[in-house]
C-alpha cells in the first residue's frame, strides 16, 4: 500500500493560523526530523477556548501563544500526551492564565502490565523525550466529556506512542485532535517500555470504529480522510512484522541487524528511532508466542523463532 503521507506544509513559525470556524493553530519553532515542521499548539473556541498541546517550553512560543491568546480566557490545558515537545509549556500557560491542565496521568500512567515488568528488569533502553514532570491538576479517563463554551470533546485513550496518550474527538465536528498517534507526515515512533506496539495497533483499531474523518495532528497539516491513514498504518505494522519475522527465519539474530537490513532505504540518521520500532514489534511477538530472546529479552539480546 503507497503510504498517503502530505509532505507539502510550510507553517508561518508563531503565527495563528485559521484552521476553521472555532479553531486556530500555532506553530511552534522546534522543527526536526522527529518533529517535521514543529508542534502545532490548537486553539479550541472562541472568547473562551480551550489550548491542546501547549508545546516545549521555549519562551518564543510562550510569547507567541500570549499574544494569539490576548483578551481571551483559557478555560482548559489539554494535553494529549507528555513528550517534550508537547507538555512542558503546559503548567506556565496555566499559571498565567489561571486554567487546570487536563490529562490522562503522569508519564507512566497506562502503562500496560508487560512493559511494567520490562521496565522494572531494565535492559530495554528507551525514556526518549519524557516530560518526567508532568502532572495533570484533572485527570482524564476514556470517554471523558469536555465541555466549554460552544464546543465539547471525548477523550479517547489512545496508548502506542505514550502510554498516556489521549486523541480528542471535537464532538458535532467530525473531527478529532490526534497528538502523536496518527499523522500525515510519517508513522509514529513506538519505542517501549513508554511506547507499546500491542497498545498501538489496538488503539488505531479503536480509532477505526469511530465516525471522525478529519484529524488534526501535533505535527504536520490536518488530515483528510483519515480513516485512509489509519489503514495505512495498520497494513504498514503488518508488514514490518512480515519482515522481521523473515529476518529471523535463518536463524537467530539481533534487532540492530534487523533494522539495518528492513529499514536500508531511510536516513540513516533516524536508525537509532527505527531500531526502538523493531523492539516494539519483537516485545509483541514474543509476547504472542511467535518469537523469543536467547536469555533475557534485552535490547541488545539475539531472538530466535518459537
Known sequence: MKPPF????????????????????????????????????????????????????????????????????????????????????????????DAPVLGFGPSHAGRSAVMDTLA??????????????????????????????????EAIHTPG???????????????????????????????PPDGDLTQFMESLRKLQNRPEHTYYPGHGAPLLEAHNMLDYLLAHRLGREDQILAELVSGPTDIQNITTKIYSDIDQRLLPMASRNVLAHIIDLVERGRVQPLGALRVDSQFQLV
Open 120 to 153: 522494572r528488569q531494565g535492559g530495554l533502553g528507551g525514556g526518549e523525550g519524557i516530560d518526567a514532570d508532568f502532572a495533570p491538576d484533572v485527570l482524564l479517563e476514556h470517554g471523558a466529556i469536555i465541555e466549554g463554551n460552544g464546543w465539547s470533546l
Open 161 to 191: 506512542h505514550l502510554s498516556n496518550h489521549l486523541c480528542f474527538a471535537w464532538l458535532g465536528n467530525d473531527a478529532l485532535f490526534s497528538g502523536d498517534h496518527v499523522m500525515g507526515w510519517a508513522t509514529t515512533l513506538v519505542s
Open 6 to 97: 502530505n509532505l507539502i506544509h510550510s507553517p508561518e513559525i508563531g503565527v495563528v493560523e485559521h484552521v476553521t470556524d472555532g479553531l486556530r493553530v500555532v506553530t511552534a519553532g522546534n522543527a526536526s526530523p522527529m518533529t517535521f515542521t514543529g508542534t502545532r499548539t490548537h486553539i479550541l473556541g472562541e472568547g473562551d477556548v480551550a489550548v491542546i498541546d501547549p508545546g516545549p517550553d521555549d519562551p518564543s512560543h510562550f510569547a507567541a501563544l500570549c499574544t494569539a491568546l490576548n483578551g481571551q480566557r483559557v478555560s482548559h490545558v489539554i494535553v494529549t500526551h507528555s513528550h517534550v515537545d508537547h507538555s512542558p509549556l503546559a503548567k506556565r500557560l496555566a499559571q498565567k492564565f
